[in-house]
């Protein structure tokens, strides 16, 4: 039974044993800012693909908490590749060097980590964008028992070029970890380039990683007003299990042929759209239930799918890839997706520019009924960048926006009430930011990772701000 269903089930026996005692409401979304702890005062800092390589929203996970500890993923200023870790609460963080340094001044090649339950240990991928990767372990049983295991070079094994021998694809990209019900971890990523991909997901039990094999497709045909394009690539918005073991994905399309875009300086992204699987991941199915994909087989999700689109919208628009999604107490699927309105014209010529000028975020949500529903936040994006999203433990809705702005909307308006609560001041943040995801859960913190604008190559701080959520 739900949190929030057992809140409201005590509270309406409490009223009916005493007349007069009012049922209490569940509280409204708020933030209150209780900390801010520096990771490093001297963070790698560079801009490519409007981005910065410390700080892409899409990179799963950049910052995590389990069992009482959060632990977080950087690249220093002489490009080593280090993971600290801290107490909840704590304002230090432990630091330790894992034996990689950073190769390229690209924003993509970000480190994500992911925890295996089955035998406690920790795992970084990072260093690629359609090449190779790099992997590391922690020994067994170290997110187990923080408090007895030091925290030190020892405790990480040596960097690797596989998953512990097994060879994924030389054209690596987006490793993106996710803990699966039972204790697995599996890893989700792109064989293949942009506009020409295809999305896989690898699996470790314990003990021995294992190929599951891609589950999208990159042929077919898709069609605009403007031509055609014949290969593509899904880019994630998140790919993220629910309490009652559903994996969920939204997406978006690019396609490879510009002939489909009104403008060149455009981006060839389109439509937003949903699968989820109720096999760990083998079986994928549209939102009407209908089986459109399978995990290393033949039949693959594409575009040419029925049922797949839950927003529709042209390759005019500059609609950002990955941006953000999250599942509420019900299991119902929430995501935020970003373009420029058709209010502000009907096609856009710069990406980064019109994005920047007139670009706007949007809630998308599952209801109850089946149905979905989109609400645009009325706060301009200011930047190019993406917004994650996150509900807390009453589903209420936070937009994490660029800049580290916090905008929110209530369950009890159905989403719909969206307003700044907190507008970033004093942060003097790059623009994209990385949300812990796994902590608001937890203890009803939004912990967020950001780094502070700098010039050039110039290094920056990097911090974690933290804020509390209702209780």
């Not at 509280?27 to 801009?47: E, M, N």
């Not at 941006?323 to 699927?333: C, I, L, N, Y």
């Not at 009803?444 to 990097?462: F, R």
Request: with cysteine; aromatic share 10%.
């Amino acid at each position: 039974m739900r949190r929030r269903t057992v809140l409201t089930t005590a509270l309406a026996v409490a009223a009916a044993g005493a007349p007069g005692v009012a049922r209490a409401a569940a509280p409204g979304p708020s933030v209150t800012r209780v900390g801010t702890t520096t990771l490093d005062h001297q963070a790698i800092y560079f801009v490519s693909y409007d981005g910065l390589v410390n700080n892409n929203s899409f990179q799963k996970n950049g910052l995590l908490t389990y069992k009482g500890h959060q632990y977080a993923a950087w690249y220093t200023a002489d490009r080593n590749a280090v993971v600290g870790r801290r107490a909840l609460g704590a304002s230090t963080w432990q630091t330790v060097k894992v034996g990689h340094t950073l190769r390229y001044n690209d924003s993509h090649n970000v480190i994500s980590m992911g925890v295996s339950r089955a035998d406690g240990r920790l795992h970084l991928n990072m260093d690629s964008h359609s090449d190779g990767f790099t992997y590391v372990k922690s020994v067994a049983g170290l997110m187990d028992d923080p408090a007895g295991l030091g925290w030190s070079a020892s405790r990480f094994g040596a960097p690797q070029s596989t998953l512990d021998g097994l060879a994924l694809t030389s054209q690596f990209t987006y490793p993106q970890f996710i803990a699966t019900p039972e204790g697995r971890l599996q890893l989700s990523y792109r064989a293949g380039v942009s506009g020409n991909g295809r999305n896989a997901l690898a699996e470790y039990d314990g003990t021995k990683w294992t190929a599951l094999g891609e589950w999208t497709s990159s042929t077919g045909t898709y069609t605009s007003e403007h031509g055609s394009s014949t290969a593509r690539n899904m880019y994630l918005h998140g790919i993220d299990y629910d309490r009652g073991g559903r994996l969920h994905a939204f997406f978006t399309w690019r396609e490879q042929n510009g002939a489909v875009m009104c403008a060149s300086g455009g981006i060839t992204n389109h439509d937003t759209g949903y699968v989820y699987s109720d096999d760990r991941g083998r079986t994928w199915r549209n939102g009407a239930g209908a089986v459109v994909g399978v995990t290393g087989g033949s039949d693959r999700v594409s575009v040419t799918d029925a049922g797949l689109v839950v927003d529709p919208l042209n390759p005019d628009h500059s609609l950002m890839n990955q941006e953000s999604q999250f599942t509420d107490s019900a299991g119902r699927p929430h995501a935020i997706i970003s373009y420029v309105p058709g209010r502000f014209g009907q096609c856009t010529t710069d990406y980064v520019a019109d994005r920047t000028a007139n670009g706007r975020a949007f809630h998308v949500r599952r209801t109850a009924s089946g149905t979905w529903r989109k609400t645009e936040i009325p706060v301009p994006l200011n930047s190019s960048q993406r917004t994650k999203l996150v509900l807390d433990r009453y589903d209420n809705a936070y937009a994490v926006l660029p800049y580290g702005r916090i905008a929110a909307a209530s369950a009890a308006s159905g989403h719909t009430d969206w307003k700044l609560l907190y507008d970033g001041a004093g942060l003097n943040a790059f623009g994209e930011v990385v949300v812990d995801e796994t902590r608001v859960a937890q203890d009803g913190v939004l912990s967020v990772m950001y780094q502070e604008k700098s010039t050039g190559t110039a290094p920056s701080a990097l911090r974690v701000v933290d804020f509390r959520l209702p209780s």
